[in-house]
T-cell receptor, first 114, second 114 residues
Framework: AQSVTQLGSHVSVSEGALVLLRCNYS??????LFWYVQYPNQGLQLLLK??????LVKGINGFEAEFKKSETSFHLTKPSAHMSDAAEYFC????????????FGSGTRLQVQP | SQTIHQWPATLVQPVGSPLSLECTVE??????LYWYRQAAGRGLQLLFY??????ISSEVPQNLSASRPQDRQFILSSKKLLLSDSGFYLC?????????????FGEGSRLTVL
């Protein structure tokens, strides 16, 4: 079975500060991992994905994530937060090859303070 | 390029009324199609997925149903809505030969049941 745990339903940072959103996964096979972003009343947009090529993955809008197998983690970071980063972020996993759909975490709402 | 459309964008329905949400994908053939529901603070829950016309897999027992009458059309329905059916419904697609299952989302349909 595959699952995702996102620690912290709400994270607040100051503009210009480091953004760190945490994601831990569970999978019985080597996983594919994703981060999506959702702005209010919109669908989800892919930020980045891990597909086993490189453990450090760079995405759009300055975000990156590092796959750490030993810690079963895929945390999302950005060195300097911008007001436009305020949104909800979802981590997702595809592990079990018999399951076509992605399994999502419960989401983390990022607030950026001026 | 591929696009995905969902409608209606918002819907307010009384308890016990029927529901029909539609989703179409353009620019690709034989996509895998998905319906997710997003309830406040609960992340995304997979409701249905389809790998072809007339092929529907249900993830969660409920009073909702899905149909795929055409290759790129996916419909979510209910005969009688419950209050608990309120939420944000997201249609998504993936490439049929995608090894990692990356999803591409529509803009969502917000359903309020009163």
């Amino acid at each position: 079975a595959q699952s995702v745990t996102q620690l912290g339903s709400h994270v607040s940072v100051s503009e210009g500060a480091l953004v760190l959103l945490r994601c831990n996964y569970s999978s019985s096979v080597p996983p594919y991992l994703f981060w999506y972003v959702q702005y209010p009343n919109q669908g989800l947009q892919l930020l980045l994905k891990y597909t086993s090529a490189a453990t450090l993955v760079k995405g759009i809008n300055g975000f990156e994530a590092e796959f750490k197998k030993s810690e079963t983690s895929f945390h999302l970071t950005k060195p300097s937060a911008h007001m436009s980063d305020a949104a909800e972020y979802f981590c997702a996993v595809r592990g079990d090859t018999g399951r076509r759909a992605l399994t999502f975490g419960s989401g983390t709402r990022l607030q950026v303070q001026p | 390029s591929q696009t995905i459309h969902q409608w209606p964008a918002t819907l307010v329905q009384p308890v016990g009324s029927p529901l029909s949400l539609e989703c179409t994908v353009e620019g690709t053939s034989n996509p895998n199609l998905y319906w997710y529901r997003q309830a406040a603070g609960r992340g995304l829950q997979l409701l249905f997925y389809s790998v072809g016309i007339g092929q529907i897999s249900s993830e969660v027992p409920q009073n909702l149903s899905a149909s795929r009458p055409q290759d790129r059309q996916f419909i979510l329905s209910s005969k009688k809505l419950l209050l608990s059916d309120s939420g944000f419904y997201l249609c998504a697609w993936s490439k049929p030969d995608s090894p990692n299952g990356e999803l591409f989302f529509g803009e969502g349909s917000r359903l309020t049941v009163l």
